[in-house]
Every structure is written in structure tokens, then in C-alpha cells.
């Protein structure tokens, strides 16, 4: 073989070789990628739990004792004796993650601020608000990753009296007339519970606001696959609450 042929194939040679090389690189990568992502931030392994230390230790609770904290700090807030938070220290320590110890869906009612109303500081509560309280798809994969991330051991569904978005539910089904804009995304998904309400007659108002609490997390408790496994696990605990205006009072009406 003359000197010029073999060049020619020690070079097609070598391309070949680096080729795949440099596409198993690429696959390899976008696997391992995926396998860190799932595998460190979804499933958290304990490697990652032991090397880094929780911003807040006192967040690491059970379902149990998560919803007991809350519960003993609504009654700070209705007695009117409010823990002072030293908000400079929390932003030191939050600066670096968060450890929420509960998850709150709560209505975008300008009156309801969960913070507040369960007297935590900065870091303590996951919160997502929507008028109507209810869970879309956003707002499930926002639970998800306060469970599976985030780790918190808690999701309060918090419903509240004279809910705006109910009772506009409640007309337009009533008047058999859709509001303008948006708006109508949020009446299909309120729908259900303001429907059966109506057919049970009486305060439809209320008990259309209880209902949508208590479908909403029913909802919740069965998502798939992330939020069910964890409370089928004994992980996570889902439960519904009213706010109560006049008092500031959150009472627990859906337990599981």
C-alpha cells in the first residue's frame, strides 16, 4: 500500500474513533444530568441531606408536628401575641436554600396572608395563592417540589368566608353567564364544588367554599406520582382549613 493510501486511512481511522467518542460524551452527560436531577434534587439522597445542613433545623418535622406548629401559631395570631422575627438573622441563613416546614394553598384575597395568620418568619412557609384556592397544574407541580425538594412534610388547602371567587362561581352558574376576561378559568375549576353546593340548598355560599377546601384536597392527596406516593409513604400529611375574617381563627375541616 502506498504511503498517501495509508495516510488516508489512518485518518478515517482516527475520525471514526473520535466521532462516536465525542457523541457517547454527549449522551453520557445528558444522562448523567438527568440521573442528578431526578436522583439529587426529586429523590434528595442522604449523601446530599448529611453534607449539608438544613438552613433551618427547627423546619425538620413531621406531617404531625408540622400541623401542630402552625395551629399553635394561629392561636398566637387571634390572641393578639405575635412572636417578634428577627428578619436580618433568617436572611443570613436562608441565603443559601430554604426548608419550609408546611406548604400553604391559599386564596389570593388580599384579607388572608398565611404568613401572618400562622405568625412564621421568612423561610418557614411554602405559599402558592390563586383566587379560589383551588389546584391547577401549576400549582400541583409547585406542591410537588415543596415535597420532593423541599421536603416539607405538610400541605394546608386554606379556604376563607365570603370567598370573592366562589361566590362569582356561584353567579355565573346562577345566571348561566360567564365573567369577562380570564376570569372564567376560575369558575370552571370552583365549578364542581359550587354545583354541588347549590344542589344541596341552605348557605350555598359556605358550603360551597368547604366543599371547594375539601375537593381541593382530595385533589392533592391523590396527584400522581409525586404527592400521593409521599402521603401513601407517611411522608406528607394534606389537610384543609377556613379562615374565619372576624376572628382571624383558621378551623380544620378536611384531616388525612
Not at 125 to 138: I, K, Y
Not at 180 to 196: F, M, N, Q, T
Not at 248 to 256: K, Y
Request: glycine share 10%; proline share 5%.
Amino acid at each position: 500500500m502506498c504511503d498517501k493510501c495509508s495516510d488516508s486511512l489512518h485518518h478515517q481511522s482516527l475520525h471514526q474513533d473520535v466521532v462516536p467518542s465525542r457523541r457517547s460524551a454527549m449522551l453520557f452527560g445528558a444522562a448523567a444530568f438527568g440521573m442528578a436531577f431526578a436522583g439529587g434534587a426529586f429523590a434528595n439522597g442522604a449523601s446530599a441531606k448529611e453534607a449539608k445542613q438544613p438552613p433551618k433545623p427547627q423546619n425538620v418535622l413531621s406531617p404531625d408536628e408540622s400541623l401542630k406548629r402552625l395551629m399553635e401559631g394561629n392561636g398566637r395570631y387571634v390572641s393578639g401575641v405575635a412572636r417578634r422575627h428577627d428578619f436580618k438573622h433568617e436572611r443570613e441563613a436562608l441565603a443559601g436554600g430554604q426548608n419550609p416546614f408546611a406548604a400553604v394553598l391559599s386564596c389570593a384575597d388580599s384579607r388572608i396572608a398565611p404568613e401572618y395568620a400562622f405568625d412564621t418568619g421568612r423561610g418557614d412557609l411554602f405559599v402558592c395563592r390563586v383566587a379560589g384556592n383551588f389546584a391547577g397544574t401549576e400549582t400541583i407541580a409547585s406542591m410537588e417540589y415543596a415535597v420532593a425538594v423541599l421536603n416539607a412534610p405538610l400541605i394546608l388547602v386554606l379556604g376563607h368566608d365570603a370567598c370573592g371567587a366562589v361566590d362569582a362561581t356561584l353567579k355565573a352558574i346562577k345566571d348561566d353567564k360567564q365573567p369577562p376576561g380570564h376570569i372564567p378559568s376560575l369558575v370552571d375549576a370552583i365549578a364542581p364544588a359550587a354545583k354541588a353546593a347549590m344542589q344541596q340548598g341552605g348557605d350555598v355560599l359556605n358550603k360551597a367554599i368547604r366543599q371547594n377546601v375539601v375537593d381541593n384536597v382530595a385533589k392533592l392527596k391523590a396527584a400522581a406520582p409525586i404527592l400521593n406516593a409521599a402521603v401513601e409513604q407517611g411522608k406528607l400529611k394534606v389537610v384543609g382549613g377556613i379562615y374565619r375574617l372576624t376572628t382571624g381563627t383558621v378551623d380544620l375541616i378536611a384531616q388525612g
